[in-house]
């Protein structure tokens, strides 16, 4: 079994920035990607960035140039920078991993982009 956490959501203005964090219960963590989604009221849950095991990105082309994600593999955490928001990234953030076939999701993050 598998637990995520994210955390660092909020409400930030346009132009402003924010870190989210997935701290996971496994300390395999290492060896699996892991990947940001999110999912805007009346709207499917979307892709954004997915970070390999070994540390290769790759990113939606929305918000490419704008978000980073990283890992700290000793913390089993996941990390998603955020600069340059807008309030179309307004979102429910969510942290996931596919271990053996099986995803596993957090219970998600606010993200709120106002003025």
């Known amino acids: 079994q598998v637990q995520l956490v994210e955390s660092g959501g909020g409400l930030v203005q346009p132009g402003g920035s924010l870190r989210l964090s997935c701290a996971a219960s496994r300390s395999i963590f290492s060896i699996y990607p892991m990947a940001w989604y999110r999912q805007a009221p009346g709207k499917q849950r979307e892709f954004i960035a997915r970070?390999?095991?070994?540390?290769?990105?790759n990113y939606s082309d929305v918000v490419k140039g704008r978000f980073t994600i990283s890992r700290d593999n000793a913390k089993n955490t996941v990390y998603l920078q955020m600069n340059s928001l807008k309030p179309e990234d307004t979102a429910v953030y969510y942290c996931?991993?596919?271990?053996?076939?099986?995803?596993?999701w957090g219970q998600g993050t606010q993200v709120t982009v106002s003025s």
């Open positions: 996931n991993t596919q271990i053996s076939g099986k995803g596993y």
């Open positions: 970070i390999s095991s070994g540390g290769r990105t």
